[in-house]
Every structure is written in C-alpha cells, then in structure tokens.
C-alpha cells in the first residue's frame, strides 16, 4: 500500500489526525481515539489467507510485510445435537478463536500491533496482560526479533505465564493488577505513557490504549459475517471490553442485523455499570476466577456499550458454575476443549434459553476465546466431576483383560 489509508478520531470530540506519535488519548480533549478508514468497503483480498485477506481493513502500511504466524480464517464448528437442543435455536456454531497460533484470539491483535512496530522503527514493546495478551505479544514479538515487558497479574494462570517466559518475555508480576480498579488503571497508564514516551509499543489488548492494533480483534466479525451472512445473534465474552467493543465496530462496517450479546461473569460486573454510563470500575475486588475475564476496569467502556446498544443486543451475567458446566459441555459433547473465558459465551446463550431470550429462528455464533489448556486449574476441576474417566495404573500384560472388560 506504501500510504496510510485510515485516521484516528476522538470518540468524544470528533477531531480527527493523521497515523503517527504514539498516542492512545486526543490531543484536544483526552478522549478515546478510534480508528477510521479512507474507503468503507470491507472485502477479502483473493490469493491470501487468515487474518490478512483483509488488508484494506487494517491500519498498516505495508500488508505484505506483515508479522504473521499464520493467525485467523479459524473455523465455524457446529454445535451437537445436545448443546444445540438447549439452545432450542435453528443453528448454532462456535467460532474456535482456540485455534489460532498461541491458542487464543489475542494473535489478531498482536499481529497487527507487532508489524506496527516494525514498520515504525520501534525498539520493543510494553503491556499489561492477564496471559492470553502477553502470550501472543510475546509471540510476535520473538518473531520479530523485539523485546517485550510484560506486566501481568500476581496469581496469573500457571500454564500462561510458562507460555510467555518459553516465548522469551520478561514477566513481572503485579500486585491488585487486575483484582482492583486502581491498581488495574495505574499499571495500564504507566505503561502506555513510558511507551509513547520511550518509543516501544504499548500493547494493552483494548481500544482505550491500542485502537489499531485492536482492528485485529475486528476482523473476526467479517469472517462470521462473510462465512455465515444469516448470522441473527453473536455471543462474546467480556473482560476489559477490548473484544466486544471490536466486534461492534466489525459488524457495523460489514453486516446489519446481527444482534451482540455481551456475556460477563457476575463475580465482575463492569458492564452492568457502563450500559448505565459509569465508567470507573468495580467498587470491591473481583470474584470470578474466570482467568481472562479478571478485570476490574472496562477500559473500552463507552466501545464496548455502543457494541451492545448499537446492535439491539444485551448483557447476559453467569455465574462461575455457570461457566464451569458450559465447558464441560463443550469438551464432552463437542470435542471443544476451550478455556473458561472461552466457553463463558456458550454459558450465556444458555442462560439466554432458559430466560426466552432465543428463538427457534435465531442462527447463533459463539466466540471461543481461549484454548483449553490454558488452564489447568480449571482442567482439574473438570475432570472431578462426575464421569469423568478415571486413570489406573497396569501391566502391559493386563491390557488384553482390559480391552476384553475382563480387568
């Protein structure tokens, strides 16, 4: 392309700039900035795959040059017979965000946040995460030869922080960061601000302080909308709103009529108060232990509300148990062995049957966030449940007795 074929718009003010300085906030006024383009058409580039084939819808200058790992094009799986008969709608599929490359949609946005930075000459990058971010960031950044910080949450899931260290980032991590609203908004500003500061970027997986690198989350919605026009209802998990608010501006360029619901455990609430135009965060601690979800601060709350409202969809709120029985539907069921934030979607458009909120016409698509094992606390509170298979030790010789059901 050679040229920059978007601009950046103040959500609140409507001042608009050209690509540039590191800048997540408007000059004039502090507001959020937004990510417009030059052409609204939205279509695949023909000859090229995943992510990429929509090049005219991503703010980067050199698309051939992108810092790829082969992330999007991820499929519509179809839900079975059961999952599909709780639902009581005409179709339902997920759409398996688990599969791209480090096991979770953060790869859309690291990809473009990545190739931004070496496009502009930038020595690393900085960010926050609650692990899915940090691993794709740190991901990237490995293939593109850039150093990352990463800032993440002190009871981080195992199983993510081994993927970001074997990915060669530098961890460290913080007290209250994610836990607490204060600490949650403290470390995401001073991150930002050292990065636009020191040149690095700042990779925080949300609107608020990326608006270009989350144009990757967007591209999902004009996947769905291109392999599935009939679309009627999107269900997607909430944490700090990064996702939702993507997913909005993706349909609004590229289909009309899809309803999104917003699904959020009720142990994090910060949804509930933006619809209601309060931004600031939850008062007490989170209590979910929906690792993803664990955020005290809907940063892209004003994105993430216009998502919602704008679609004539709804917030649906789950209890972690909830949460729990929706992935062990997935994996029994489905083969779909998807982290918690990930069946968290599954979980509200059940919660959503049960309250009559779905109709026998509705042709549903579930985001599947994250990968299954991801988690490993939540894998072992799987497999406790009942009917799960237990594992014994034998010989080798006792395997004949097995397979006959003598043993």
């Known amino acids: 392309m050679g040229r920059d074929h978007w601009e950046l718009r103040c959500r609140a003010c409507g001042r608009t700039r050209a690509p540039g300085p590191l800048r997540y906030s408007c000059e004039t006024c502090g507001g959020e900035l937004v990510v417009d383009y030059t052409t609204s058409r939205v279509a695949p580039v023909e000859g090229v795959s995943g992510m990429w084939r929509w090049r005219d819808r991503l703010p980067v200058r050199d698309p051939a040059r992108a810092v790829s790992l082969g992330e999007g094009g991820t499929p519509l799986v179809p839900l079975g017979d059961r999952a599909r008969s709780l639902l009581g709608v005409e179709s339902a599929e997920v759409k398996c965000e688990h599969l791209n490359p480090t096991g979770s949609f953060k790869d859309r946005i690291a990809s473009v946040g990545v190739t931004l ?62 836990h607490d609203a204060g600490s949650t908004r403290t470390a995401a500003r001073a991150v930002a601000d050292h990065a636009a500061q020191h040149g690095v970027l700042p990779f925080l997986t949300g609107g608020a302080y990326s608006p270009e690198a989350m144009e ?82 809907l940063f892209d709350g004003p994105g993430a509300a216009e998502a919602v409202t704008g679609s004539s969809g709804h917030l649906t709120e789950v209890d972690d148990a909830d949460v729990d029985e929706a992935q062990r539907l997935l994996a029994r069921e489905d083969g779909l062995l998807v982290e918690p934030a990930g069946a968290t979607a599954l979980a509200g458009a059940l919660a959503d049957a049960r309250a009559g909120r779905l109709g026998p016409d509705d042709r549903v698509v579930l985001v599947a966030t994250g990968a299954g094992w991801k988690d490993s606390g939540a894998l072992e509170r799987l497999v406790a449940t009942d009917g799960a298979p237990e594992v014994t030790v034998i010989t080798a010789q006792d395997i004949e007795g097995v397979l006959r059901g003598q043993v």
């Open 117 to 178: 930075a070496v496009e502009r000459g930038l020595a690393g990058l900085a960010g926050t995460s609650s692990g899915n971010g940090g691993a794709a960031a740190a991901a990237y950044a490995a293939r593109a030869g850039l150093p990352l910080t990463l800032f993440s949450l002190s009871d981080v899931a195992p199983q993510k922080l081994l993927q970001i260290r074997a990915l060669g980032a530098r961890v460290l991590l913080v007290d209250g960061i994610g």
């Open 216 to 297: 990757g989350a967007a591209t999902i919605a004009y996947e769905i909308a291109e392999a599935r026009p009939s679309t009627t209802v999107v269900y997607c998990p909430v944490g700090g709103g990064g996702l939702l608010s993507a997913l909005g501006r993706g349909f609004r360029a590229a289909a009309d009529g899809v309803r999104i619901v917003a699904v959020q455990p009720s142990g994090c609430a910060t949804l509930r108060r933006a619809l209601h135009g309060d931004f600031s965060g939850l008062p007490g601690p989170v209590t979910t232990r929906v690792s993803g979800l664990q955020v005290a601060v």
